[in-house]
């Protein structure tokens, strides 16, 4: 080939491929697309919408589950402990037998006292039959007083039979006087010999311990042949478990946040502080379980599950305690079975308020980096930011975010482990309910 030819046909090619690669130029230009295209490489991420909802704020605090009636069964009397008539850690019933205690010397203790109330009636019987004796008597000498006054003033018999006849029936009325303080002595010693015969008959019971209520009963803290009294201190202790108490304390400033809330759901103003607890109770569960108004207390158990009951506020405590600043409150929750047991752990969460509009975002969009927050945002050209947020309450899966994101906003909820600011992703949306 000629040099010419050559020449002329690079020419040709040059000019050729500038052709092409305007007219491609043009293309794009006129179509509006960006030349910044994604790459087949892009990650793929799955994004979620910032959602906007109204959302209850919830309060917990440590709570210790106690029964709602606890009784300890002391012994009333000394003696040594023949028995113990129950299974320990079962459920008994008022009046049922706990443990017997040797009955002997108060048996003879109230044999003693019933033979000394048999002894003062006898003596009331003989200081009656005195009395009807020393009355005869007096009468008798009252007669002769009489007949002898008139015979002496006609000198038909001597001046001393009068005046002997008048020393005996004044010996005679103190005869009756004495019989008559003898008879209320008498009847002193029975009322005291009566009460004796009641001691006894009591003590002689107390040798029976029995349940003062229904419940389950706890330990036995003393054992067969112990001697016991009322001074050695509990030989068990039965409690009533349905239902049962759970003690929560909590700050001033949230017993207050608590009234109002509790005061908002019966519809009456923040600053009502005429309701009492038993009446705040009351009303309470005048509403079925289903009613808004009604302020639910939810229990989480030590395993971190939730317990299927909702429990009633019961009563706050008398006052502040002024070396923490905080106030003991108590809730009853429902438990069939007897299931929950005292002493244990029972943390008590609840609804302190309602934030409006709050913006929320799933908890595993949320990665936290040394006590910080922070959330990869997918913006509208498919192109990461990493972006620092304030977290607040979590409500179920969702994490309530207040500071950070707009509504707007995108993040990246799965994939966000190897992301880097600026890079271009492929989102996808976030499907809750596969993952």
Do not use: C
């Amino acid at each position: 080939m000629k040099p010419n030819t050559v020449s002329k046909w690079k020419h040709t090619l040059w000019a050729g491929g500038g052709l092409v690669a305007a007219t491609l130029l043009v293309a794009v230009v006129r179509s509006g697309a960006k030349p910044a295209a994604q790459s087949p490489g892009s990650p793929a991420v799955e994004v979620a919408p910032v959602e906007q909802k109204d959302v209850p704020i919830f309060g917990e605090w440590i709570g210790t589950l106690a029964g709602q009636v606890n009784a300890d069964i002391k012994a009333q009397v000394t003696g040594y402990l023949l028995r113990r008539d129950y299974q320990e850690g079962s459920y008994v019933q008022r009046g049922q037998l706990l443990f017997e205690i040797d009955p002997r010397p108060f048996q003879a203790a109230l044999d003693q006292a019933k033979g000394q109330l048999a002894q003062a009636e006898a003596q009331l019987v003989q200081s009656e039959a005195q009395m009807a004796t020393a009355e005869a008597n007096q009468h008798k000498s009252q007669l002769d007083v009489e007949k002898y006054t008139p015979l002496a003033k006609a000198e038909a018999v001597s001046q001393q039979d009068l005046d002997n006849a008048e020393q005996t029936n004044l010996a005679n009325q103190a005869q009756v006087q004495a019989a008559i303080a003898a008879i209320a002595a008498a009847k002193a010693q029975i009322q005291a010999d009566r009460a004796a015969v009641e001691t006894a008959t009591i003590n002689l019971g107390f040798t029976r311990v029995t349940s003062p209520i229904n419940g389950i009963v706890g330990v036995a803290q003393a054992q067969v042949g112990d001697l016991v009294s009322a001074s050695s201190g509990a030989l068990t202790t039965v409690s009533t478990l349905d239902p049962i108490r759970d003690y929560f304390s909590v700050s001033e400033q949230t017993y207050l946040e608590l009234h109002a809330t509790a005061m908002s759901t019966m519809k009456r103003p923040a600053t009502d502080f005429t309701v009492s607890g038993e009446e705040f109770l009351r009303l309470q569960k005048q509403l079925p379980s289903s009613d808004s108004r009604r302020w639910k207390l939810q229990l989480i158990l030590a395993d971190g599950s939730n317990y299927p009951y909702d429990g009633d506020f019961y009563f706050a405590d008398r006052s502040v305690d002024q070396n923490t600043g905080a106030i003991q409150l108590a809730a009853l929750f429902p438990n069939p079975g007897n299931v929950l047991r005292p002493g244990q752990y029972g943390k008590v969460r609840a609804v302190v308020s309602i934030r409006k509009g709050a913006l929320l975002v799933p908890q595993a969009a949320v990665t936290e980096l040394q006590g910080s927050y922070e959330v990869a945002v997918v913006g509208p050209d498919d192109r990461v930011a990493i972006r620092p947020v304030k977290v607040g309450e979590r409500l179920d899966t969702m994490w309530v975010i207040e500071e950070g994101l707009k509504l707007s906003d995108r993040v990246v909820v799965e994939g966000q482990q190897m992301l880097r600011p600026g890079v271009t992703v492929q989102p996808k949306p976030f499907n809750s309910a596969g993952n």
